[in-house]
């Protein structure tokens, strides 16, 4: 069993940046996918960026060129740096842990308790 830890979030203006990051227990990060979600208040909760055991990244038109995913297996940590953040933005961050590739929520055995992020205008 995973646990997972999502920390990092907070209040910035537009055009800031915000590092999240994601602290993983109970089993060997390595050996998963790692995911970020978000879902913004009244809205269903979406793909933000997937890194895979090899370090091969996937991200969501939205974000792209903005958010960059990374991973330190040794730490058991997983990172989300957002930069050049908008108030479309704002939302609860997930930290997510699956077996396969996938931008599927429902392809994630493991979630955070999320973290909020809100960007103001």
């Known amino acids: 069993q995973v646990q997972l830890v999502e920390s990092g979030g907070g209040l910035v203006q537009a055009g800031g940046s915000l590092r999240l990051s994601c602290a993983a227990s109970g089993g060997t990060l390595s050996s998963y996918v790692m995911g970020w979600f978000r879902q913004a208040p009244g809205k269903e909760r979406e793909f933000v960026a997937v890194?895979?055991?090899?370090?091969?990244?996937i991200y969501s038109d939205s974000v792209k060129g903005r958010f960059t995913i990374s991973r330190d297996n040794a730490k058991n940590m997983v990172y989300l740096q957002m930069n050049s953040l908008k108030p479309e933005d704002t939302a609860v961050y997930y930290c997510?842990?699956?077996?396969?590739?996938?931008?599927?929520?429902?392809?994630?055995?493991?979630w955070g308790q999320g973290t909020r992020v809100t960007v103001s205008s």
């Open positions: 890194i895979s055991r090899s370090e091969s990244m």
């Open positions: 997510a842990a699956a077996r396969g590739l996938t931008r599927q929520h429902y392809g994630y055995d493991y």
